[in-house]
């Protein structure tokens, strides 16, 4: 069995909705004549790529900026573009960091809680919604981590015949 770090992409794309982003993505990838590597300006909630046209997609640093209905469109257009995994990063509200927060609140004293974090059960139902079945989450950080690496796993590349 070959896992996943031992494989070399035949191709890498970079996308954001920033062109700023994709110099700096095409400046740390190698340079602009790096073989197999480019970059694309789009959304990630229409992703101009043909169906099943990766064995991966790795989003990070984008939905805890995203609204619910952005999260799924885009969670949504991940599933169509790959034909298994996608891996994306989440903010949660189960670390010690919201536990604190919750305590301070309780105690009379100011307390930040950020949007677009999210419990694990609402993570597992957008990710359903959007037709995606977790695998597993990843803590990044230590205890007060607020962020996880969730691996999901798309059904069979026939899923898009049905």
Known sequence: MTTLAAKKPAFLVALD?????????R????????????V???????????PQS???????????????TGRLR??????????????????HTEGMSFLWQRLRQRLGLPARFPRNHLSS?????EFRRAGLGIRGFARVGGMFSRTW??????????????
């Open 17 to 25: 909705c920033s062109q700023a982003e994709l110099v700096t993505a």
């Open 27 to 38: 400046a740390s990838g190698g340079g602009p004549d790096a073989p197999g590597f480019s």
């Open 40 to 50: 694309l300006c789009a959304d990630a909630g229409a992703l101009p790529l043909r």
């Open 54 to 68: 990766f064995d991966l997609v790795l989003c990070l640093g984008v939905m805890p900026h995203v609204r619910r």
């Open 74 to 91: 885009a969670l949504r257009e991940m599933r169509r573009v790959t034909t298994r995994w996608v891996i994306v990063e989440y903010c």
């Open 121 to 125: 059960r609402e993570i597992e139902g």
């Open 149 to 162: 690496v969730v691996l999901a796993e798309a059904p069979s590349p026939d899923w898009m015949k049905h």
